[in-house]
């Protein structure tokens, strides 16, 4: 009988407490606490804005106008970013160069992001995407409906116009979207000349498109993307990636179009900055509350990070182990220097922490955590501990949790 040697081996994230959460596994927890944070900066969008088309139309343009900025200059740049674009995606040169090749980064992006579905058409005139799953879908329909702004950037970009030239050479919709209640996300693009339709307003993306969608029986639906199911996602001319660059992408990107991009729009609806992060404040820390309410959400914390029973429920480093946790699946790297029965210490470079996308730094990750993990560790653990962020001006600082009293908690 012949015994295997050895154990195959797979990458993983360890929890504090020793615990091995498998690649796959961390990058669908990745997505989603991305698509948590995204999602709490659209609460703050909608109290600064009681109005869903001023709101929706504003970011709307703010994400249409990033991703043009993509190909920045002139004509002769514009020529060089799109013959990058069709070296790394590996379209042959018989095949007509216009915007419909402007699906390959939506479909693409959609498969790092875990947003797992499948390709119906792709054709010069028509393309449909269908999609199962997203990550993001506890967002809403405002951010629904800025996909299809950067999407049409993308057809632009791609039908290869003067640089910032919005042609609109397809009507673009997404005529279902699970963060309204569909089963689906679908996103039908139609070429404008070829179907004889109008161009749309920001506001105009929603709706049906001219030819009949495919709907994709449920036993033949999936759960993952292309990275998760197979280890690496294919395009439609044959280029892969792999597991591991989608995970280094969705750490970097998730954060740019799901909170960089709409935060551009949401920080001019607010009086000023002072407001803005008042607000900001209060929404993160409501929702760190919220998470850990319920007995069993903390049951099911300690059974995903494995913590051993002799730690009990008032410990910080259930806090700690958590919070962690979260950093390492979003592959920010950071060290403890405290974790004991007094309190918790987590070192990370502040770059780091704020840079996940070096073009984007965004100081709302630290303010938006710090005031979230304040607020979950009071339900978590205890309100006798707190969570706060040191040396957030330095180099490095630190994420802290122990006992530090707060007359006025907030």
């Known amino acids: 009988m012949a015994l295997r040697e050895r154990l195959d081996t797979h990458a993983c994230v360890e929890t504090a407490f020793g615990k091995l959460i498998s690649e796959k596994e961390a990058y669908r927890y990745s997505t989603r606490t991305i698509a948590a944070f995204s999602a709490n900066i659209f609460q703050l969008m909608r109290i600064l804005n009681p ?21 920045a200059g002139g004509k002769g740049e514009l020529d060089q970013y799109l013959n990058a674009f069709y070296d790394e995606w590996n379209i042959p040169e018989l095949c007509k160069r216009s915007a419909w090749l402007g699906a390959i980064w939506g479909d693409s992006g959609d498969e790092y992001e875990n947003m797992a579905g499948r390709v119906i058409q792709f054709t010069e005139n028509r393309v449909e995407k269908e999609l199962d799953t997203c990550p993001w879908d506890i967002v809403g329909s405002e ?24 042609t609109n050479d397809v009507q673009l919709n997404m005529c279902e979207a699970r963060g309204c209640g569909n089963p689906h996300c679908r996103v039908v693009a ?26 994709t029986p449920v036993e033949r639906r999936v759960h993952d993307g292309q990275g998760v199911r197979n280890g690496q996602y294919v395009n439609a001319f ?30 001019d609806m607010a009086e000023n900055d002072d407001e803005f992060e008042r607000l900001l404040k209060i929404v993160f820390s409501t929702a760190g509350k919220n998470a850990f309410i319920d007995p069993f959400a903390v049951e099911g914390l300690r059974s995903w990070l494995g ?13 700690g182990a958590y919070v962690k946790n979260i950093i390492d699946c979003q592959l920010c790297p950071c060290e403890l220097e405290a974790f004991d029965e007094d309190g918790v210490v987590i070192r990370v470079s502040t770059d780091d922490f704020n840079g996940r996308f070096p073009m984007a730094p965004l100081d709302e990750i630290t303010m938006g955590y710090e005031a ?25 600082m630190t994420i802290n949790v122990g006992r530090r009293v707060d007359s006025r908690m907030q």
């Open 372 to 396: 979230q993990w304040s607020g979950a560790v009071k339900t978590m653990v205890s309100p006798e501990w707190s969570c706060w962020f040191e040396g957030k001006d330095d180099e490095f």
């Open 51 to 71: 109005s869903w088309e001023d709101r929706t139309t504003a970011i709307c343009e703010i994400a249409n106008m990033m991703n043009m900025a993509a190909c």
């Open 143 to 166: 951010m629904c409906n800025m996909t299809t702004a950067m999407f049409t950037a993308n057809f632009d970009i791609a039908a290869g116009g003067e640089h910032g030239e919005t």
């Open 190 to 215: 139609e070429r404008l000349d070829h179907f004889d339709l109008e161009h749309q307003d920001w506001l105009d993306h929603m709706q049906q498109p001219t030819m009949p969608v495919h709907d």
């Open 307 to 319: 913590v051993p029973r002799e730690i009990g429920p008032n410990d910080p480093r259930l806090m």
């Open 238 to 267: 044959g280029e892969e990636k792999s597991l591991e660059w989608e995970y280094n992408w969705v750490s970097a990107m998730g954060w740019v179009w799901s909170v960089s991009f709409p935060l551009i729009a949401i920080r």
